[in-house]
């Protein structure tokens, strides 16, 4: 997937009210966001892409499945994206559910639009920031993935042992020379594509997450 940049982000308006979603849309086109716009949660989940990024603006309240059905099946299905909740009838329980659930914001309509446009700007970036995250995790397991078990072993003790990383050490512990422990090493550092254990170790959490 090519890096995805903020002008290719859009916002997904799902909302059951015609009037809400023809407004809200032309509004937020004039302000040069690109918007998709869905009737229902379940036209939303039929043709959603989550390669696409965005950000979901959800009105809370649709008969069938409801925003806050659709953010939890979101949750299930390990499918990330904002949620900027909006809604006509919504009280402070079912906002706090909906932000314990991991939602950017609940706003209350009517709401004043300029509220709207930093909720979304807000969440493309935190979409971007998750992507690329997401993107950097994936490519340190692949690389990962192509050290041989020996070179694995290498990398889980200097990982687990941070302060006792000098080839001595790794050596004695894995019964292997220090020469050995230095030609693993840089191995490791090769097919990883870094440049030092400090990266390695920094690199631990996207291992083993």
Do not use: W
């Amino acid at each position: 997937m090519n890096s995805a940049t903020e002008e290719q982000s859009t916002v997904f308006l799902v909302d059951d009210d015609d009037s809400v979603r023809v407004s809200l849309s032309r509004a937020l086109k004039k302000r040069g966001f690109q918007v998709s716009t869905f009737p229902s949660a379940e036209s939303f989940l039929e043709s959603y892409d989550p390669r696409q990024p965005g950000c979901l603006v959800l009105d809370y309240g649709m008969p069938g499945l409801n925003g806050l059905e659709l953010q939890q099946h979101l949750v299930r299905e390990r499918i990330s994206i904002p949620i900027i909740f909006i809604s006509g009838h919504g009280g402070i329980p079912e906002s706090v559910q909906a932000m314990k659930a991991g939602a950017v914001d609940f706003l209350e309509k009517p709401f004043r639009q300029h509220l709207l446009v930093e909720c979304i700007e807000s969440s493309f970036r935190k979409d971007l920031e998750n992507r690329k995250y997401r993107e950097s995790t994936r490519s340190a397991r692949e690389r990962y993935g192509q050290l041989t078990a020996r070179e694995k072993e290498v990398a889980q003790f200097i990982i687990a042992n941070p302060s006792h990383t000098s080839s001595k050490e790794i050596g004695r512990e894995l019964d292997i020379s220090p020469r050995t422990v230095d030609h693993h090493r840089a191995r490791i550092l090769e097919k990883m594509g870094i440049g030092s254990v400090a990266e390695l170790i920094d690199l631990s959490a996207s291992l083993t997450d």
